[in-house]
């Protein structure tokens, strides 16, 4: 209860600076250009068809954020800080982001993984459902369902470079690329096995709207004296890779992923597909399934989940959103589950 308590209050200290900032005339002072205070609290209710239900807090999220520089001759130098004080409060963002031209930046600290289109371009705020893709929750380390066992919300500490490429007539570039390197322990953790992530994801958009992509993460598992019973190539590799594409527009979405990978001598795969309308500048309506094998040899660790979502903008910083899933998880019986979530932003 303190821990929610805080998380209101601090919110609601944001929500005052803000309403003052909104104010005209507004004088702020000259420090004021390089901090900017935000954050957003996310609660909510959920129910099954066996009437297991509850109120929860998913996020309690404040943030400050900043550009340092800002020269078309010595390029742009941001930073950013994040904290979530939800459940168990902790630093989610903390980097420096330094982008010396379109074409090439580094960034350093901790941050969303180039890991799959969801991860690093629709955050909770943009992302049209309540839950993350199956594929992004189980091995892109966003929660605790992940095959490695780490949750980590889709970030790692680590550095990063990225870039823009070819600029065309309408003046979105053609392409963009990261290349990453982690400590790859999750989050807030320092390197304890000598053992590095390596990412890399390349994006193309042949329109603005429409982006294909691509990307590959390899680590090493267990070192053999860890497991010398195993001499199985599976065994010892970590990987992840796969492809997507996603449009969006002001009418709707569209957006489908394929993700596989290796893991203690297994291999996973899985897929989604997601589609909506938006009916006005308020509502709109979306469907998603999802398509998880934990193992490929194993038809018995299928999950399938099939969600419709109703979103409700009624003011720019608030939205509603409800869905209905309908789970089929290993092992269980068949779920229905409802989930009623409300976001307040600043």
């Not at 596989?260 to 909506?276: N, W």
């Not at 709109?284 to 399938?304: C, H, K, V, W």
Request: hydrophobic share 35%; aromatic share 16%.
């Amino acid at each position: 209860m303190k821990k929610i308590s805080l998380s209101i209050l601090l919110l609601f200290a944001l929500a005052q600076g803000f309403a003052l900032r909104a104010q005209e005339p507004l004088t702020l002072p000259a420090w004021s250009r390089y901090i900017t205070p935000t954050g957003y609290l996310q609660t909510g209710f959920n129910t099954d068809q066996y009437f297991n239900n509850t109120f929860y807090i998913k996020r309690a999220r404040v943030s400050l954020y900043g550009t340092v520089l800002d020269s078309p001759k010595f390029g742009k130098l941001e930073y950013k800080l994040q904290a979530d004080l939800a459940n168990s409060p902790k630093l989610v963002d903390y980097f420096i982001k330094y982008t010396i031209r379109d074409e090439i930046g580094i960034q350093l600290g901790q941050f969303k993984t180039p890991l799959s289109i969801e991860n690093s371009e629709y955050p909770p705020l943009r992302l049209e459902m309540i839950d993350y893709s199956l594929i992004v929750q189980r091995m892109v380390r966003m929660s605790t369902a992940d095959l490695s066992g780490i949750s980590a919300t889709g970030r790692e500490l680590g550095l990063q470079l990225y870039g823009s490429l070819f600029k065309i007539g309408d003046g979105h570039h053609l392409v963009r690329y990261n290349l990453a390197v982690y400590n790859g322990n999750g989050i807030n953790k320092l390197d304890n096995d000598k053992r590095k992530d390596f990412m890399g994801r390349m994006m193309i958009f042949p329109i603005k709207d429409l982006c294909l992509a691509g990307y590959y993460m390899r680590t090493l598992g267990p070192h053999p004296e860890i497991a010398p019973e195993y001499n199985d190539y599976d065994w010892y590799v970590y990987d992840r890779y796969g492809g997507g594409l996603a449009y969006k527009s002001k009418y709707g979405w569209l957006r489908g992923e394929f993700m596989a990978g290796h893991a203690l001598g297994y291999r996973s795969h899985g897929f989604y597909g997601t589609i909506g309308y938006n009916i006005n500048d308020q509502w709109s309506i979306g469907f998603r399934y999802d398509y998880f094998m934990a193992n490929s040899r194993l038809p018995e660790t299928l999950q399938q989940h099939y969600t419709g979502a109703v979103n409700w903008l009624p003011w720019k910083h608030l939205r509603i959103q409800l869905n209905y899933s309908y789970r089929m998880d290993p092992g269980e019986a068949p779920l229905h589950f409802v989930n009623l979530l409300t976001t307040i932003a600043l």
